[in-house]
């Protein structure tokens, strides 16, 4: 079955440093993989998607990879600010499944002033 | 416009009682998911409609669990005879067309609040 592996560990940034989450993932390779944002006590958010064949999207002072090969996605935040300070979580299509995503569990990220 | 709600905001019930959470998804959302969140993890698909029908259910960890959506609008999750491992945040999330199906098509989910499920 598919898996989703992300920084388990929370990661702590200082205020206008880029940071920079990691999605692993095994078995198939997705149609599209996702980011979403999660604040404590609310749904999830959607960020990005990126496709199969895109290797990189960018929304203001976000970025997304996706490297196919890796089976790596790569989520940034340039010029982070104490805002930014989430959960982040990235999901994955089941492309055999019309309706399923899978989440991975999520990176908790702090912005330090 | 309005988000994806769901109610009641908390449940606390004991072990053994039936629970009912309910969602209300976005007006003309025809697709809707339920998704569990256990602490710590991510949202782990349930089940998911596409109108009134169950198109996918093979999220549901047994037949104690069941959903509804009569009319293609609301949607309530119900959980029979409730064990302390049932408890958890119950999300919900509509879209306008099913998300995945295919490496062209895509729509966003939109999630709502969450119910949270504590059985004691």
């Known amino acids: 079955s598919q898996k989703i592996e992300q920084n388990s560990e929370a990661l702590n940034i200082q205020e206008g440093k880029t940071a920079t989450l990691t999605c692993n993932y095994t078995?198939?390779?997705?149609?599209?993989l996702q980011w979403y944002r999660q604040d404590p006590g609310r749904g999830p958010v959607f960020l990005l998607l990126?496709?199969?064949?895109?290797k990189e999207k960018r929304k203001e002072r976000l970025k997304v990879t996706f490297d196919t090969t890796l089976k790596q996605s790569l989520f940034h935040i340039t010029a982070s600010q104490p805002a930014d300070s989430a959960t982040y979580l990235c999901?994955?299509?089941?492309?055999?499944?019309?309706?399923?995503?899978?989440f991975g569990s999520g990176t908790r990220l702090s912005i330090r002033p | 416009g309005a988000g994806v709600s769901q109610t009641p905001s908390n449940k606390v019930t004991e072990k053994g009682k039936y629970v009912e959470l309910r969602c209300d998804p976005i007006?003309?959302?025809?697709?809707l998911y339920w998704y569990r969140q256990s602490l710590g993890q991510g949202p782990e698909f349930l089940i998911y409609?596409?109108?009134?029908?169950?198109?996918?259910d093979s999220g549901l960890p047994n037949d104690r669990f069941f959903a509804v959506r009569p009319e293609g609008s609301v949607s309530t999750l119900k959980i029979q005879r409730t064990e302390r491992g049932d408890s958890a945040v119950y999300l919900c999330?509509?879209?306008?067309?099913?998300?995945?199906?295919?490496?062209?098509?895509?729509?966003?989910?939109?999630f709502g609040p969450g119910t949270r499920l504590t059985v004691l």
């Open positions: 999330a509509s879209s306008l067309l099913p998300s995945g199906g295919g490496r062209t098509s895509y729509n966003e989910q939109f």
């Open positions: 409609f596409q109108g009134t029908g169950a198109a996918d």
């Open positions: 990126i496709r199969e064949n895109e």
């Open positions: 999901a994955l299509d089941r492309y055999s499944s019309a309706s399923k995503i899978i």
């Open positions: 078995n198939y390779s997705p149609a599209y």
């Open positions: 007006s003309g959302h025809t697709a």
